[in-house]
């Protein structure tokens, strides 16, 4: 197989742990006979610094000529004081926009080696964590009109929280039919209590209810669900809800975990291309130093495989050996135990990280 990867390396921590997949990704292509080929594209600050601009359009046009996007994380202070449509996020927005994914797929998963990492009783994470917030990715208040105006003597700021039927529709299927590939249980999140399009949110999931028999469908308030995660997350199996909810949930979900830093995720809209990416930021406290966890997007690599490029033996050859890394003790700064644990564990470099996986992997 041979198959064209955009890659966006970003801001910060992110050529780093970028280059950490590429290396995994490498070592896959030579143990299955594929052919990976990739086109560095500039997005985000480096963007900005270069181009003036966090997505110019000829990059953009690099993407959607792609099978599939990696992208590493965009962003930081030294940006902070440009104009709103300049900052780097812009550029990750207009991305999502251009290639037309509106289903972001966060998994919330504890890894056993990791379990005492979670902030959560170990009463509450015997009984695991294993559950998909299914986000909507490019509609609601982040898409929606933004304005700023003078009310008498004072400013007022507007942002408007906008959704079609046929938007929460696609999203909603998307939820359903990834429950339907887990364990059948469905939660719609949003705050029908208060708002209009909640409400509406709501009325569509139910209308698509009948379709699944095999789902069961469940309403939850986004507040209570916000409790819900830290208090029981064994109760969760797929999370579907819209822009501004998901964002906040789904970094939620990824704290529980142990560390955002093994948190993969993937963008998809029609058609087999995908944006893939970790969660985490650009961290730009510690770029350079070797010391960023490059595991989020080693295993966003393996998601790409998976669901852009068919490719499940593959990807599962990456999970296998970020799992036998983790048994063996290696460990990144992020997810290095404390007390009597840390004698039983080693310490690992972004680089060092990468070489243990892909080596795994050259092992056949």
């Known amino acids: ?8 390396r970003g801001d910060g921590i992110g050529p780093e742990i970028v280059g950490e997949a590429l290396r995994v990704l490498d070592a896959v292509a030579s143990l299955y006979g594929h052919t990976f080929i990739y086109e560095d594209v500039d997005m985000g600050g480096i963007a900005i610094d270069k181009w003036g601009d966090p997505l110019p359009e000829a990059m953009l046009q690099k993407c959607l000529g792609a099978d599939s996007v990696l992208l590493g994380a ?7 004081s440009v104009p709103g449509e300049k900052r780097p996020e812009k550029g990750l927005l207009r991305l999502r926009a251009g290639m037309g994914v509106y289903s972001n797929n966060r998994p919330a998963r504890i890894w056993p080696q990791l379990a005492s990492a979670s902030p959560l009783r170990a009463s509450i994470v015997e009984k695991g964590i294993d559950f998909i917030i299914v986000r909507e990715l490019i509609g609601g208040i982040y898409f929606g009109e933004h304005k700023t105006e003078t009310a008498g003597e004072e400013a007022c700021a507007v942002d408007v929280l906008r959704y079609t039927e046929s938007e929460i529709e696609r999203i909603g299927r998307i939820g359903f039919e990834t429950a339907r590939k887990r364990r059948g249980q469905l939660c ?21 209810a009948p379709e699944y028999p095999d789902v069961t469908l469940t309403d939850m308030l986004v ?50 291309r995908g944006l893939y990416e970790p969660i985490h930021g650009s961290a730009p406290d510690i770029a350079g130093t070797d010391t960023a966890n490059p595991i989020g997007t080693i295993l966003s690599a393996a998601m790409m495989l998976r669901y852009s490029f068919d490719l499940p033996a593959e990807a599962d050859c990456i999970e296998n050996a970020v799992s036998a890394v983790l048994d063996e003790g290696w460990r990144t700064t992020d997810i290095m135990p404390g007390g009597d644990e840390a004698s039983r564990c080693k310490k690992a470099g972004c680089s060092q990280m990468g070489g243990l996986i892909a080596g795994h992997l050259k092992k056949g």
């Open 74 to 80: 965009v962003g930081g202070e030294k940006w902070n």
């Open 223 to 272: 507040d209570n669900c916000a409790m819900q995660i830290v208090k029981n997350p064994a109760q969760f199996d797929v999370i579907v809800t819209e822009n501004m909810f998901g964002d906040i949930l789904s970094d939620e979900a990824s704290m529980i975990t142990g560390s955002i830093g093994m948190i993969p995720s993937s963008s998809l809209g029609k058609g087999s």
């Open 1 to 8: 197989m041979e198959k064209k990867i955009a890659v966006i």
């Open 188 to 208: 719609s999140v949003e705050k029908s209590n208060v708002l209009d399009s909640s409400r509406l949110w709501k009325k569509v999931l139910h209308r698509l």
